[in-house]
């Protein structure tokens, strides 16, 4: 009977992320910016205060937007078998978590190669982000927004989509570490920034080292988060 619970849970793979892919494009390109345009409001003549929450509004409609496919796709084939979408308080999955915290200077060191080798090969880097420039204004409304989205919204739904469902979907086609790098590099891939590529990776394998190592994805989740917070302490610098 278990073995025919599962039977095209396989399938699955491409089908979820085919559907995530072209819903958190339509949510974040089209949906949420038709409906702001419909309640009166324009993007680029909003504040710091309304872009935060423009920022907070789509990435939370993109995170249960995710949740909801994934949960239309897999209910039929719950439970699912071990090692996707655990989460447990208990346990010593702290230790992995600080771990993996001292390997965030080698990921912010890459990340300075990354924008060395991008402004080398093709000019100059991107212009100022929103979250850069609400800081350099020193609005703390808006910084206090933009961080639940980084430090909140971002990790749980990312780490429920990229360490929840694509790794332990990965390893029913390859090695554990095979599995961890792919799943690293669609996680890079998704942030859709060239001058990021290489930390994001790297990033992604320990998140990933980390939730196989724990068994547990509030692990991954909350070393995302604290990676997301010392990026964001470090722009207030």
């Known amino acids: 009977?278990?073995?025919?619970?599962?039977?095209?849970?396989?399938?699955?793979?491409?089908?979820?992320?085919?559907?995530?892919i072209a819903t958190f494009w339509l949510v974040g390109s089209w949906i949420v910016p038709f409906l702001a345009h419909a309640a009166?409001?324009?993007?680029?003549?909003?504040?710091h205060r309304g872009q935060a929450l423009y920022s907070l509004v789509t990435d939370i409609t993109e995170g249960l937007a995710g949740i909801a496919i994934l949960h239309q796709c897999l209910g039929r084939f719950r439970p699912l078998p071990?090692?996707?979408?655990?989460?447990?308080?208990?346990?010593?999955?702290?230790?992995?978590?600080?771990?993996?915290?001292?390997?965030?200077?080698?990921?912010?060191?890459?990340?300075?190669?990354?924008?060395?080798?991008?402004h080398m090969s093709?000019?100059?880097?991107?212009?100022?982000?929103?979250?850069?420039?609400?800081?350099?204004?020193?609005?703390?409304?808006?910084?206090a927004l933009y961080a639940v989205v980084v430090t909140v919204c971002a990790p749980i739904w990312e780490e429920i989509v990229f360490r929840g469902f694509l790794l332990p979907s990965l390893t029913r086609y390859m090695p554990l570490p095979?599995?961890?790098?792919?799943?690293?590099?669609?996680?890079?891939?998704a942030h859709?920034?060239?001058?990021?590529?290489?930390?994001?990776?790297?990033?992604g394998v320990v998140m990933g080292g980390v939730f196989a190592r724990s068994r547990n994805l509030l692990a991954s989740m909350v070393l995302h988060s604290l990676w997301n917070g010392f990026v964001f302490l470090d722009l207030m610098k």
Not at 1 to 20: N, S, T
Not at 97 to 117: K, Q, T
Not at 122 to 143: H, L, T
Not at 178 to 189: E, G, P, Q, V, Y
């Open 122 to 143: 093709s000019g100059p880097v991107a212009g100022v982000s929103s979250v850069e420039q609400s800081i350099v204004a020193r609005d703390p409304v808006a910084m």
């Open 192 to 203: 859709f920034n060239v001058q990021r590529v290489l930390p994001l990776i790297f990033l």
């Open 1 to 20: 009977m278990g073995a025919g619970r599962y039977l095209g849970l396989d399938k699955q793979l491409p089908r979820v992320m085919f559907l995530w």
């Open 40 to 47: 009166g409001f324009s993007k680029e003549t909003l504040t």
């Open 178 to 189: 095979w599995s961890i790098l792919l799943s690293a590099a669609a996680f890079a891939l």
């Open 82 to 118: 071990p090692g996707w979408f655990e989460f447990k308080l208990k346990g010593r999955w702290h230790w992995d978590v600080a771990l993996g915290c001292l390997l965030f200077p080698l990921v912010n060191l890459l990340s300075h190669i990354n924008i060395s080798l991008v």
